[in-house]
């Protein structure tokens, strides 16, 4: 696993559409917010398939592409309750909120891209991540979210508006992860079938 690569391509894609990725992140983030959080598979399941898009295909995103993940509400919306376990990991007791999470790294996008339903995501994420190694998956997730999130939250503690820094995180690291996740599942065969069509009107 090369951070830096996957730092080098997360840099590439957000330069490559800037206005799109860091003003989608911040109002993906404004709307997942505002919806408590129950919006999060949706917003965000749409959110990283725009940029496995771009990355993989090389494909311009469009405007309407931040809200793809709406389009498949029934699939996307289980990770919600995911990420409710998670937190109360994190909550009760820190050490199994770290272990889901790294676990779990790569949930949302297994949902997102390759249609997994969450309990296929969530074994095909937990069997990437122990065949590669758990340890380094730990390292990526800390080093990608925890490092950057103390590094400002200390700068803000000097100068308050910089605070505002947290918002060009989302597609930094949201790209970081998209690039790891290309690299470990992109040629990936033995997966789960993904879930039927959804039904209109069912």
């Known amino acids: 696993m090369d951070i830096q690569k996957h730092l080098e391509n997360s840099l590439e894609v957000v330069k490559s559409e800037p206005l799109m990725l860091i003003g989608g992140g911040f109002l993906i983030a404004v709307l997942n917010i505002l919806s408590v959080g129950i919006l999060s598979g949706p917003l965000f399941g749409g959110y990283f398939l725009l940029i496995i898009l771009m990355l993989r295909d090389r494909r311009k995103p469009e405007f309407n592409d931040l809200f793809v993940g709406f389009a498949r509400l029934g699939q996307l919306f ?11 990991g994190f909550i009760f007791l820190v050490i199994p909120g770290i272990i889901m999470m790294t676990w779990w790294l790569y949930v949302l996008l297994l949902m997102a891209d390759k249609e997994l339903p969450l309990g296929a995501a969530m074994a095909a994420s937990r069997r990437k991540v122990i065949e590669k190694g758990f340890f380094m998956h730990l390292v990526f997730a800390f080093m990608i979210t925890i490092v950057p999130a103390l590094l400002i939250n200390a700068v803000a503690a000097v100068l308050p508006p910089l605070k505002l820094l947290q918002v060009l995180l989302i597609p930094f690291q949201s790209a970081c992860l998209a690039s790891l996740y290309l690299e470990q599942f992109g040629g990936e065969t033995n997966l789960p079938p993904p879930l039927p069509p959804e039904k209109n009107g069912a």
Do not use: V
């Open 78 to 88: 289980p990770f919600f309750f995911l990420s409710i376990l998670i937190i109360i």
